[in-house]
């Protein structure tokens, strides 16, 4: 197989505002997770990705391609594969906060943005820049910034299983990223399959893992369903937008700003006091994505989408 670079017309409005909406939707899931607390996270998980599957089905682009269907492991890896990647992500997201400290498991969870825009790099140049990694540690030190003060006092909480969960959701969401970026794989076209498998397969963990359960409230449910048609509908299709623009390096340091915003919407909703330390994380994750993009501006001359051919 031969791995090749495509080359796109390039709005530098669109990928950035898809980014960004992607972004904005993805911060509400701590103050949603929050309102749905009677559900176990793989039942809410099943019936958020369901919603998803439902709420994007007339969103994804239906027309014919001159390119032949998917076959042999290239099926597998996105019929199977990229629906197991979005099934562990959000499984073990949901999961993740109900076993940990939320601040603790949101700092490990929200690592992702820095292992995609690594491997990334790697995969598209080779190396890793000194500027995106300086890049990435400043915007990481952003949102470090907002639970490092209670880590500190209160101590490592030994939630270990809430820990490694967290982990789990990090390396799922920087592995869809990455294959969101296969152009021939098209995945946000196949969207509403994708998450109607990752569904089937999170139901049916929670039946072996959680058994059978009442029916949710009216209340909790509509709650799931915003989850899926936000978080996990809409969003999956503009950052899988985003990932397919030429400088997607770039647009990767935008999910830093997550836990900042994230944080920001607790303090509007009332949960949480606001302090200082949310405008000067926000400087740090500014801060940090600029001097990422630095090299993402020399790369983005090319569009980095990735295309496998048979050679």
């Given amino acids: 197989m031969q791995l090749q670079r495509l ?12 980014a960004a909406l992607a972004v904005v939707l993805w911060a509400l899931v701590p103050l949603l997770a929050a309102q749905a607390g009677e559900l176990p996270p793989l039942r809410l998980s099943a019936l958020a990705l369901l919603a998803g599957a439902l709420g994007t089905l ?25 629906p197991l990647l979005i099934a562990g992500a ?14 603790e498991a949101a700092l490990i969870l929200y690592t992702w943005p820095v292992l995609f825009l690594l491997a990334s790099q790697w995969l598209v140049l080779g190396r890793l820049s000194a500027s995106s990694l300086i890049g990435a540690s400043l915007a990481f030190s952003g949102a470090a910034l907002l639970v490092a003060p209670q880590a500190l006092a209160g101590g490592v909480s030994g939630a270990w299983s809430g820990y490694l969960l967290a982990a789990l959701g990090a390396l799922c969401w920087a592995l ?3 294959a969101s970026r296969v152009a021939a794989w098209r995945l946000g076209e196949r969207m509403p399959h ?48 985003a990932m397919r623009d030429p400088l997607a390096h770039r647009l990767g340091n935008l999910a830093h700003g997550v836990p900042v915003l994230a944080t920001l919407f607790l303090v509007l909703a009332g949960v949480t006091t606001p ?4 405008p000067m994380a926000a400087v740090l994750v ?26």
């Fill in 275 to 278: 302090d200082w330390r949310l």
């Fill in 7 to 18: 080359h796109l017309t390039h709005s530098p409005w669109l990928g950035g505002g898809a």
């Fill in 58 to 82: 007339p969103m994804a682009r239906r027309r014919r391609h001159r390119d032949a269907p998917l076959r042999g492991l290239a099926g597998v890896l996105v019929y199977l594969g990229v």
């Fill in 286 to 311: 500014v801060a940090g994505s600029m001097t990422a993009a630095g090299e993402a501006a020399v790369t983005g001359r090319h569009d980095t989408r990735w295309d496998f051919r048979r050679s």
């Fill in 176 to 178: 869809y990223s990455l």
């Fill in 90 to 103: 959000v499984g073990a997201c949901f999961a993740a906060f109900t076993l940990a400290p939320a601040e």
């Fill in 194 to 241: 994708l998450l109607l498998i990752a569904s089937v397969l999170t139901g049916g963990a929670s039946l072996a893992l959680e058994g059978t359960i009442a029916l949710p409230s009216l209340e909790v449910l509509m709650v799931a369903v915003g989850l899926g048609l936000g978080p996990y509908g809409l969003a999956m299709l503009a950052w899988d937008r």
